[in-house]
């Protein structure tokens, strides 16, 4: 039988653009860009991965590369404060169609939020959280603003690690 390649889905691994750190690297240009991604996936075309959630202070441009500015540090779709860089009204309309997934970046200190509670599908959970608990002040983290709620931490561990069930705030 002969191979027919027609059938096969088209999945980007990951795709985005910068806010900053490049002349071209600006939150109009990215939001643009990302925009006609998200609308591209949703109409069936593809399928992708953003890149990235969060902006990653701590990165560097990569040595024996034309990369010599910080762009690299500048992809997040939100900033190091949890602040969204610009709208995506695909995955932010709750009337909107197709697949989705929605980033809520929301945190308040004073409220518990609206965690999913049931780990069978992410079995790391319950331990990751303790660890955070434990450990969440802890230099490493200071990057990702993290507060000591159960919401900060459980967004975290979702958004970063991939080892919790998401968590709206």
């Keep these: 039988q002969e191979f027919d390649d027609s059938k096969l889905p088209l999945v980007i691994g990951e795709t985005g653009w910068p806010t900053a750190g490049h002349k071209d690297a600006t939150v109009a240009n990215a939001a643009t860009y990302i925009n006609n991604?998200?609308?591209?996936?949703?109409?069936?075309?593809?399928?992708?991965?953003?890149?990235?959630?969060?902006?990653?202070?701590?990165?560097?441009?990569?040595?024996?590369?034309?990369?010599?500015?910080?762009?690299?540090?500048?992809?997040?779709?939100?900033?190091?404060?949890?602040n969204p860089k610009f709208n995506i009204p695909q995955l932010s309309d709750p009337t909107a169609t197709g697949p989705r997934q929605v980033l809520t970046v929301l945190d308040d200190p004073n409220q518990g939020g609206a965690c999913e509670t049931n780990f069978s599908a992410h079995p790391e959970c319950q331990g990751a959280l303790n660890y955070m608990f434990a450990n969440w002040q802890h230099p490493d983290y200071e990057y990702y603003k993290l507060k000591g709620t159960r919401c900060s931490l459980q967004g975290y561990l979702n958004a970063v690690e991939n080892k919790c069930p998401a968590c709206v705030c």
């Design 37 to 82: 991604v998200v609308d591209m996936a949703q109409s069936g075309a593809i399928n992708v991965f953003l890149f990235e959630a969060f902006d990653e202070g701590r990165k560097e441009a990569l040595e024996g590369t034309l990369q010599v500015e910080t762009e690299e540090q500048n992809f997040g779709l939100v900033d190091l404060s949890g």
